[in-house]
């Protein structure tokens, strides 16, 4: 039973990291969350996000039923409480994909079982490039994209970790290093239980 919440910025590496991780452990549960915006090229719904349209999404959140949400560059992103309830009863650890609003409202709610991973870019050129090399997003967007960035890299302080994402293998190493960790972490009347019953 325990959490890892990742952030950074769009472009950073943080889908392909986790894609990876998940092909070789069907004991995670990966956070998809919600969106209003529309569906990128290859995106499917389900696997990538949800999407639903802004005045689904603002019903949802008067019902009670997001863990956190935000508004992100016009659109609305989301995590749905259940799905998540239901991963921690299983066992399973959950990974979230969240900016850092969504952090700091899940820290609120499961701070003794969540770890938590910044990842970016060695430097804003780089991100940049990626952005750009990615090509599905209008040059605006990018430009927007790195404003936000910069504004995410005041706060990563708060994080358990920091993983500069320059070499995708080591990176990779790392990361699966910091999933076993957060596996490990354990909640102060988990290990209160264990040592009453030693």
């Known amino acids: 039973m325990a959490l890892l919440v990742l952030s950074g910025p769009s472009g950073c590496g943080k889908s392909s990291l986790v894609n990876e991780v998940l092909k070789e452990n069907d004991d995670i549960y990966f956070s998809i969350s919600t969106t ?118 005041a706060r990563i302080g708060e994080y358990d970790y920091l993983l500069v994402n320059d070499d995708f293998k080591l990176s990779l190493e790392s990361f699966e290093s910091i999933v076993k960790v957060a596996r490990l972490k354990q909640t102060k009347e988990k290990i209160e239980q264990f040592r009453v019953g030693w």
């Open 36 to 153: 209003t915006r529309n569906p990128r090229e290859g995106e499917k719904e389900g696997k990538d996000y949800y999407y639903i349209s802004k005045e689904q999404f603002q019903k949802e959140i008067a019902e009670g039923l997001f863990l956190e949400w935000a508004e992100v560059h016009g659109n609305y992103y989301g995590t749905s409480i259940k799905p998540i309830e239901d991963a921690l009863k299983n066992g399973k650890l959950v990974i979230f994909d969240i900016d850092v609003q969504g952090h700091k409202i899940v820290k609120k709610r499961y701070a003794s079982i969540m770890t938590s991973l910044f990842i970016t870019t060695p430097n804003q050129n780089i991100l940049k490039e990626r952005l750009i090399n990615r090509a599905t997003d209008k040059i605006e967007t990018i430009e927007n994209r790195l404003i936000n960035a910069k504004s995410e890299m």
